[in-house]
């Protein structure tokens, strides 16, 4: 079992910047991926970058590529998303994810989930 907790939401103003943070603890994998996810009001979750064991990335490029960065820690276990130059549109609950396979942009394709945070960006 992987236990995820989300950090660092909140409230910010259009232009702005914020740096979501994913604590895990629980079962440890050789190969494994994170994701972040988000999902705004009246619409599906959406997939917004992932990174795995050994460092690639993949973003959604129409909404994020350019303005977030996904990182990670592995000795503290920890998935970080900084956002810049944020939008109304990125409004919505962000979710970390953990998968103990390859990547994924699938919402479908990951095991555990954390609570979920929400960000809004004002205008």
């Known amino acids: 079992q992987v236990q995820l907790v989300e950090s660092g939401g909140g409230l910010v103003q259009a232009g702005g910047s914020l740096r979501l943070s994913c604590a895990a603890s629980?079962?440890?994998?050789?190969?494994?991926?994170w994701g972040w996810f988000r999902q705004a009001p009246g619409k599906e979750r959406a997939f917004v970058a992932s990174i795995s064991w050994n460092g690639g990335t993949e973003y959604d490029a129409d909404s994020v590529k350019g303005r977030f960065t996904i990182s990670r820690n592995n000795g503290k276990n920890t998935v970080y998303l900084q956002m810049n130059s944020l939008k109304p549109e990125d409004t919505a609950v962000y979710y970390c994810?953990?998968?103990?396979?390859?990547?994924?942009?699938?919402?479908?394709?990951?095991?555990?989930w954390g609570q979920g945070i929400q960000v809004t960006v004002s205008t």
């Open positions: 629980g079962s440890t994998f050789s190969s494994y991926n």
């Open positions: 994810a953990f998968r103990d396979m390859g990547s994924s942009d699938s919402y479908n394709d990951y095991d555990y």
